[in-house]
């Protein structure tokens, strides 16, 4: 089964950067496409960014095109979200999903998150 | 493609029958999945492709519909079951969420 481990979130200051990573274990994670969701403080769901299991087509959402990318590296079974030029609005916990062919694609591994909070 | 979900708070007893409703601004197919959250914890597939039930979900939670109107039922409600529900949809970019249906004791 795989597993998702995000690191990397903590409190940075508005306009500065953070890069998350989420760990996969327990399996490869080349042939899952990974995609990041957050959850502000007491809100819902909301999907950030989405990348294919080759890593050769990336989304984004518009609130944040052009301030995030999104990367993976297959040989280390990695997942990065870098954030830049960042908002008080993207304060949020921010999860990891895979999404495989045996629930076609739907998400079905998660991460525990990590904290994003952007603040002065 | 806005999901809207309803009720936004269903207060329901043990053993009792949970209907929560989704609907898209426009088709989605059938692309669409259902999520449970528990506080403090990762979201969890329930559903996916508006009928199929995730590995290891109990039969008691279904999923039903296509196009734009969707619904998870669970037949009769468990401790475990009182949490948020989350429709979301992959028919197209950007992927969206609906607000959440929070199934709470009554």
């Known amino acids: 089964e795989v597993q998702l481990l995000e690191s990397g979130g903590g409190l940075v200051q508005p306009g500065g950067s953070l890069r998350l990573s989420c760990a996969g274990s327990g399996y490869t994670l080349i042939n899952y496409a990974m995609t990041w969701v957050r959850q502000a403080p007491g809100k819902g769901l909301e999907w950030v960014s989405s990348?294919?299991?080759?890593?050769?087509?990336?989304y984004y959402a518009d609130s944040v095109e052009g301030r995030f990318t999104v990367s993976r590296d297959n040989s280390d079974n990695t997942v990065y979200l870098q954030m830049n030029t960042l908002r008080a609005e993207d304060t949020a916990v921010y999860y990891c999903?895979?999404?495989?062919?045996?629930?076609?694609?739907?998400?079905?591994?998660w991460g525990q998150g990590t904290l994003v909070t952007v603040s002065s | 493609i806005v999901l809207t979900q309803s009720p936004g708070t269903l207060s329901l007893s043990p053993g009792e029958r949970a209907t929560l409703s989704c609907r898209a601004s426009?088709?989605?197919?059938?692309?669409l999945a259902w999520y449970q959250q528990k506080p403090g914890q990762a979201p969890r597939l329930l559903i996916y492709d508006a009928s199929n039930r995730a590995t290891g979900i109990p039969a008691r939670f279904s999923g039903s519909g296509s196009g734009t109107d969707f619904t998870l039922t669970i037949s009769s409600l468990e401790p475990e079951d009182f949490a948020v529900y989350y429709c979301q949809q992959r028919g197209s970019w950007p992927r969206t969420f609906g607000q959440g249906t929070k199934v709470e004791v009554k």
């Open positions: 426009q088709s989605v197919s059938s692309l």
């Open positions: 999903a895979a999404g495989g062919l045996q629930h076609n694609y739907a998400w079905d591994y």
């Open positions: 990348i294919t299991a080759s890593g050769s087509t990336k």
